[in-house]
């Protein structure tokens, strides 16, 4: 995957993304020419491949793997009209380019002949060994006339629970997902569709999670051009433009990048610095994703600059030139070789403007960190080897409980509430919720454990992380040693205690649900509440997530049968709203404080109260795929209201007292704040206001940011902290 480092000096080359591409082969490339006499060494291909990453490896069992699964699916033909064989040697050869070690290659020749052939588990087993048995069980699909429409969802969770004990069962199902992807055009449009929208929403985000960008990218690159036609041409397009690129006289200018790595590289040659200079073109979805966020492609957006090193300390090195010689743009600097993504990545992220005020991003690894950038756990080897795959990968793992060191905490997570939703449907939609959340933050316990959770998870989820079904009488939490409310959404970071109730006959409020983002949470309170429909949640049964000093002082009052038609996030917030439900009890969520004239929805909660939220609030995408039925919700006449605000801004003297001296002069009262230590010169302050009038919202919006050093005013979509 990676290339040796050059010489100081070296000159740029200009090459496509270093991961596999087997489009263009076809079955002759497969399958080695046609002989009359005597079978094709096909499994040729694989071989060599695989000699490149394992020099050592044992070649003999690949051979046998080869021999039963051709003898086994000889006759079977793809719908592509090729024989079955090439789509097992493609998988297979898709891993052995990533770096698979043997075991796995074996389990994907054989990958297929359990379930389309009169092949047995038993032997398999007898003849390649339990581990590879194991692998290929774990891929078999579930029989639908045994399971009906279960049999997907139901196929899913046997291959994640597998996955669990062996993560090389998920790289098998990654690479076979991505064969039959580029083969899709010979189904049914609909049938495309629908296996591109189960490959996007769970697929995908599987191989971004187990760190296997060669599979994610060129995945997420098929699906778009299923899914999306039009803008995947259109992106095309913009693509075949770029690399074109005439000027005003029609002659080909020169990519933009060419210029600035050769800048980089006399740099780094200057310096003395061994390194490699790529141009690495982004691939059709990330084009299309920059598009989206600037409004305009530049001649830079259409590539990165990779530089490659030897040694760890060489990053920090390169880095240190490129800011020192080049103008860096300090906001896209990032470091994850100190703070690892949670998939295993790791590299330096910058980006500086060149001569001509051109900005290109440049990421910075070592040639070992970009092998496993790019193969994720497939570059890890075999983990339950001494050698850890470098060597031949075909010993049984030893008796009792694995150590899987390639098991993260979101795969362990997602195994425990699975246990919890024995309904298809309820997992099939709980774990598309769950791969949906794409960022992970780690928090730390008071005991001196971590706990890792999904970006936007609060209190309530972390109660459930550590304590289980303990966390039903969690009563609050402390924050870096700050008393918390349970709905506050913790940071990358964070110090967390949470306070348990002795009293076991507590339990959690229906009020949790608008707050908790992890699934385990989320199964294990509604749960609880469908056990307990008769118990009347009293405020000293049922303690709300969001609780600040000023309900706390007013005891917590339930608003009675005339609270149908006004409702708010607190006994001073009167917003009208108006439900389809009626004499249905309506409050404000505090996750995104919904003012007129905002488009709203609502959900019933346990008690036959409606909770209103934003139509952009996330927690209304989490009830959606969950399955809870939206209630329509109408403003009625507006008097005051509660909001918060998040204001972004340059840090300075005297900033907080105008911002607060803008707020007073719009008539808004100031109910909780916090202002977040300065990061990069900037600062971020979150206020939630009361407003006399939600007409008046804009108008102290516009005068937030007209306070010197105020970049950006915008609306919250979670409570914040009181100070």
């Not at 500086?352 to 070592?366: K, N």
Request: charged share 25%; aromatic share 4%.
């Amino acid at each position: 995957m990676s290339a040796e480092a050059t010489s100081p000096g070296a000159p740029i080359r200009r090459r496509g993304r270093p991961r596999i591409d087997l489009r263009r082969l076809g079955r002759v490339a497969l399958l080695g020419p046609v002989s009359r006499d005597r079978l094709p060494d096909a499994i040729g291909h694989v071989a060599e491949a695989h000699r490149a990453h394992h020099p050592d490896a044992d070649l003999s069992i690949l051979r046998r793997a080869y021999v039963l699964a051709e003898s086994s699916h000889r006759g079977q033909m793809r719908k592509s009209g090729e024989p079955y064989i090439t789509h097992p040697l493609a998988v297979t050869l898709i891993l052995a380019q990533l770096g698979a070690e043997t075991t796995t290659l074996t389990a994907s020749l054989l990958h297929d002949t359990v379930e389309d052939t009169d092949v047995t588990l038993d032997q398999v087993r007898e003849q390649f060994g339990k581990e590879v048995c194991y692998l290929v069980d774990g891929v078999t699909k579930l029989e639908k006339v045994d399971y009906g429409a279960a049999a997907e969802p139901e196929t899913f969770r046997k291959m994640l629970v597998a996955t669990g004990d062996d993560v090389r069962v998920m790289s098998i199902k990654l690479a076979d997902r991505l064969h039959n992807m580029r083969t899709l055009g010979v189904m049914r449009p609909e049938k495309q569709a629908r296996i591109a929208k189960v490959t996007r929403d769970v697929l995908i985000p599987l191989a971004e999670r187990l760190g296997v960008q060669a599979l994610k990218t060129e995945l997420e690159d098929l699906v778009f051009a299923i899914l999306h036609p039009e803008e995947y041409e259109r992106t095309r397009a913009l693509i075949d433009a770029a690399s074109a690129r005439p000027d005003a006289s029609g002659a080909v200018r020169q990519d933009p990048l060419v210029a600035i790595a050769e800048n980089v590289t006399t740099v780094l040659r200057e310096a003395g610095i061994p390194a490699e200079v790529l141009i690495r073109p982004r691939h059709f979805v990330s084009v299309h994703r920059v598009g989206i966020k600037r409004g305009e492609l530049r001649g830079t957006d259409f590539g990165r600059l990779l530089v490659l090193v030897g040694e760890d300390a060489d990053c920090y090195a390169v880095l240190g030139e490129l800011h020192t010689c080049f103008t860096p743009v300090i906001s896209e600097f990032k470091d994850f070789i100190a703070a690892p993504k949670f998939n295993l990545y790791q590299s330096l992220h910058t980006a500086v403007v060149g001569e001509d005020g051109a900005v290109a991003e440049v990421l910075i690894r070592t040639h070992r960190m970009h092998k496993v950038a790019e193969a994720g756990v497939i570059a890890l080897g075999n983990p339950y080897a001494a050698d850890n795959g470098t060597g031949p990968q075909t010993a049984e793992p030893a008796d009792g409980e694995r150590a899987d060191p390639t098991r993260p905490g979101w795969l362990s997570r997602l195994l425990a509430w699975q246990q919890s939703a024995p309904d298809p449907d309820t997992f099939w939609t709980t774990l598309r919720a769950d791969l949906a959340q794409d960022r992970e933050i780690t928090v730390f316990r008071t005991d001196g454990g971590t706990l890792g959770l999904p970006a936007g998870a609060s209190c309530v989820d972390a109660a459930y992380a550590q304590y289980g079904d303990e966390a039903h009488n969690c009563i609050g939490a402390r924050v870096n040693g700050r008393l918390a409310t349970l709905g506050t959404v913790l940071s990358d970071g964070d110090t967390v205690q949470l306070l348990l109730a002795e009293d076991a006959a507590s339990g959690p409020s229906p009020d949790w649900l608008d707050h908790a983002r992890t699934p385990a949470a989320r199964i294990a309170i509604t749960g609880w509440l469908d056990t307990h429909p008769e118990e009347t949640r009293s405020p000293q049964g049922a303690r709300p997530a969001e609780t600040g000093p000023e309900q706390q002082a007013q005891g917590h009052s339930r608003p009675g049968p005339q609270a149908q038609q006004t409702a708010g996030t607190g006994p001073a917030a009167a917003a009208s709203a108006v439900v389809d439900r009626p004499h249905a009890p309506v409050r404000l969520a505090g996750c995104c404080t919904p003012v007129p004239p905002d488009a709203v929805t609502g959900f019933l909660v346990r008690g036959g109260a409606v909770t209103v939220h934003r139509l952009e609030c996330p927690a209304v995408a989490r009830m959606r795929s969950v399955g809870r039925t939206p209630v329509g919700v109408s403003w009625g006449e507006a008097t005051e209201c509660r909001v918060t605000l998040v204001a972004e801004s340059f840090g300075r003297p005297r900033l907080l007292a105008d911002l607060t001296e803008a707020i007073a002069t719009a008539d808004a009262a100031i109910i909780a704040a916090t202002v977040e230590p300065p990061s990069e010169q900037r600062v971020r302050h979150t206020y939630t206001l009361q407003l006399p009038d939600a007409a008046g919202l804009p108008a102290l919006m516009r005068a937030m940011r007209d306070v010197p050093g105020v970049y950006d005013v915008s609306r919250a979509q979670h409570r914040a902290a009181t100070v």
